[in-house]
């Protein structure tokens, strides 16, 4: 059989589809739910109209968000079912706990808050309100750190047992399910780069409606919270990401050999730039390498020994058993490189703009504050906004709200593709995990369907945004710069006070 049309092959190519494709609105709903929360925050405490718009506007882009995240995280629940049966059954008594926390807990503080938070403007005084949203960026993070504890155990299987009977994984610790390493350090690296994610979508649309003088005080603020957000969380993510790297080395040896195309065990091992290799003769055809740097990078001095592709091949099979244990090698390697690339690129840039607003080389001076500023003739206003940082600023950073979207999604497919041939590693191969009674023709047409269903989707999310970040921060109403100072929406008048409830249960 036509190894492109294994069984095998069309489950993967369905599940890493539909997961890259809710893994780009993950991100921006963690971080879009804390900043929201920041910027309300601000408002009650600075009663500046600025940041109750800036609420309102990021708040409607960060529903929107979250309405497409649970649409399409719904449907990774059914692949279980749908498509890999014996790895459910294998894994279910362990895997099914967090997934559980993760409903009973996370997702109920966040459909049951947003309600609160969408529908109490005009109900809820403000400290309460604020609090609302506080509560559905703190279930959004637990459901994070619920999922991702589950996919730690995934690549490194702690706290079960095997029942031989049964043939599957039973849970004994729970609690170090949830706080192994991997776990810590794949939860510090991801909540960073979705932090990145969203500092560079705050970024970006600021910087759009900035170059067209729209709506100057509230993305001002946004412009600069955006970056600093940017900034702060490229140097996280870098942190957390090579803390995770350490520890990848000592749990999967192999799949950081493939990012670095590393054939054969070396000490010093060199860390590479550029390869080209002969995956078939196990070797590089071209290789530029910085001498001792992936030592230093593995276990922080540059003179280790660090294994290579060849050699934990041939450990993995007198360990388990004749076989190939290497994953795709060129897709390992570049999509290791991708991820890093475009997210430093990001927090690079967005230190560029942090230094030029500070610096004055950026903003025109009617988009300045302080008292200080002199309105300066309009020939040398047109050349701040028309000079060479300013141009390549109002250009670059839209776009760069790409570039984290695009790192995750590099990421995710390394983290999971670096693991093959196990799906739960060392313990259940891949091949083994699928569904035995789904037929070729069936993946196929569920792959098409929801291929096709996630594009129609991506088509409604891009409109859907591209709509109200034109439209801007809406003006605020009476209502709205007179909250109430009682739950129900008592806005302080005496009247009110005789006012029948309206409602009672």
């Given at each position: 059989m036509d190894l492109a049309l294994a069984p095998e092959t069309l489950a993967r190519w369905q599940f890493g589809i539909t997961t890259v494709y809710h893994f780009l609105f993950v991100p921006l709903t963690i971080s879009l739910a804390v900043l929201t929360a920041g910027l309300e925050t601000a408002w009650v405490r600075k009663k500046d109209e600025k940041y109750l718009r800036a609420t309102k506007f990021w708040g409607k882009l960060f529903l929107i968000n979250l309405a497409m995240g649970v649409v399409t995280g719904i449907v990774q629940e059914f692949q279980f079912g749908m498509n890999w049966s014996d790895y459910s059954r294998f894994v279910g008594d362990v895997f099914g706990a967090p997934l559980a926390f993760e409903a009973l807990i996370a997702f109920f503080f966040e459909s049951t808050f947003i309600g609160l938070w969408i529908f109490g403007w005009d109900k809820l005084p403000p400290k309460l309100h604020v609090a609302t949203i506080?509560?559905?960026?703190?279930?959004?993070?637990?459901?994070?750190?619920?999922?991702?504890?589950?996919?730690?155990?995934?690549?490194h299987p702690v706290g079960y047992r095997l029942n031989e009977d049964t043939g599957r994984a039973e849970l004994t610790d729970f609690w170090r399910v949830l706080t192994q390493n991997t776990a810590l350090a794949q939860f510090g690296h991801t909540l960073t780069a979705a932090f990145l994610t969203g500092g560079a979508f705050v970024a970006g649309i600021a910087a759009y409606h900035l170059a067209r003088r729209r709506h100057v005080p509230v993305m001002r603020a946004s412009l600069r919270i955006g970056l600093v957000t940017m900034v702060v969380a490229g140097l996280l993510t870098a942190l957390t990401g090579d803390r995770l790297g350490k520890i990848m080395y000592e749990q999967q040896p192999m799949k950081m050999a493939a990012a670095e195309a590393l054939w054969d065990t070396e000490a010093p091992a060199p860390f590479s730039l550029f390869a080209v290799g002969d995956v078939e003769r196990?070797?590089?055809?071209?290789?530029?390498?910085?001498?001792?740097?992936?030592?230093f990078l593995a276990h922080d001095n540059f003179s280790d020994e660090v294994p290579g592709i060849n050699d934990t091949n041939h450990a993995l099979q007198e360990r388990f058993g004749p076989g190939d244990?290497?994953?795709?090698?060129?897709?390992?390697?570049?999509?290791?490189?991708?991820?890093?690339?475009?997210?430093?690129?990001?927090?690079?840039?967005?230190?560029?703009?942090?230094?030029?607003?500070?610096?004055?080389?950026?903003?025109?001076?009617?988009?300045?504050?302080?008292?200080?500023?002199?309105?300066?003739?309009?020939?040398?206003?047109?050349?701040?906004?028309?000079?060479?940082?300013?141009?390549?600023?109002?250009?670059?950073?839209?776009?760069?709200m790409l570039f984290p979207l695009a790192a995750n999604a590099w990421g995710w497919i390394f983290t999971e593709t670096g693991r093959q041939p196990w799906v739960v590693y060392g313990l259940l191969q891949t091949r083994s995990a699928v569904s035995p009674g789904v037929s070729?023709?069936?993946?196929?047409?569920?792959?098409?369907?929801?291929?096709?269903?996630?594009?129609?989707?991506?088509?409604?999310?891009?409109?859907?945004?591209?709509?109200?970040?034109?439209?801007?921060?809406?003006?605020?109403?009476?209502?709205?710069?007179?909250?109430?100072?009682?739950?129900?929406?008592?806005?302080?008048?005496?009247?009110?006070?005789?006012r029948p409830m309206a409602f009672s249960y």
């Open positions: 506080w509560t559905v960026a703190v279930g959004s993070i637990l459901s994070a750190y619920f999922i991702l504890a589950a996919n730690s155990w995934m690549q196990g070797h590089n055809t071209v290789a530029i390498e910085v001498p001792g740097l992936l030592s244990y290497r994953p795709n090698v060129p897709l390992a390697y570049w999509s290791f490189r991708w991820m890093i690339g475009f997210g430093m690129s990001s927090a690079a840039l967005g230190a560029a703009g942090l230094w030029l607003t500070r610096r004055r080389l950026l903003l025109a001076p009617e988009l300045r504050t302080g008292p200080e500023e002199v309105p300066r003739p309009a020939l040398t206003r047109r050349r701040e906004l028309t000079g060479l940082p300013a141009r390549w600023f109002w250009r670059l950073v839209p776009l760069t070729q023709a069936e993946q196929l047409v569920s792959l098409s369907v929801f291929t096709l269903l996630y594009a129609v989707l991506a088509v409604i999310e891009v409109r859907l945004m591209i709509t109200y970040v034109k439209a801007g921060p809406p003006e605020l109403t009476e209502a709205d710069r007179n909250p109430p100072t009682r739950i129900g929406g008592d806005r302080g008048d005496p009247a009110d006070a005789d």
